[in-house]
């Protein structure tokens, strides 16, 4: 009874250790979605979309539970409570920031912008006028 029990315990180690994913490795689809993510295309690279587990679940009998990941090698969001984990290892793609406005471009905006809603009113009022039969 005890070789079967010991017999038992060893192949359920073997069965978790080979089932199990490594916390830290989001290769591709499946197994982002086994840790609970959702994967899309962000600038032509696939990333991960995934929870980060809270510490009292980081032992890694629960990889591969959908309850997410350890570490986080990509970009945290939400305070931290998400990781953008690109597939393989990859670099995440850079964003493009636009440099903020100056107060001359609102004002020339601002300008642009009346200047058109007031040659707009003054169409809409002439059509009205000249098809009215006053």
Request: negative net charge.
């Amino acid at each position: 009874m005890a070789k079967f029990l010991l017999g038992a315990a060893a192949t359920t180690i073997a069965a978790t250790a080979i089932f199990a994913t490594s916390a830290n490795a989001i290769d591709d689809m499946a197994t982002c979605m086994s840790e609970g993510g959702s994967a899309f295309d962000l600038n032509g690279t696939q990333v991960c979309l995934v929870p980060i587990r809270a510490p009292e679940w980081s032992d890694p009998v629960y990889d591969g539970n959908q309850l997410g990941i350890i570490e986080c090698t990509g970009k945290t969001i939400n305070d931290g409570s998400w990781c953008l984990e690109p597939f393989g290892g990859a670099a995440l793609p850079s964003v493009e920031t636009k440099p903020k406005p100056t107060q001359a471009d609102l004002d020339a905006m601002t300008q642009s912008g009346l200047e058109t809603a007031s040659e707009t009113v003054t169409e809409t009022a002439t059509e009205a006028v000249e098809g009215s039969d006053l």
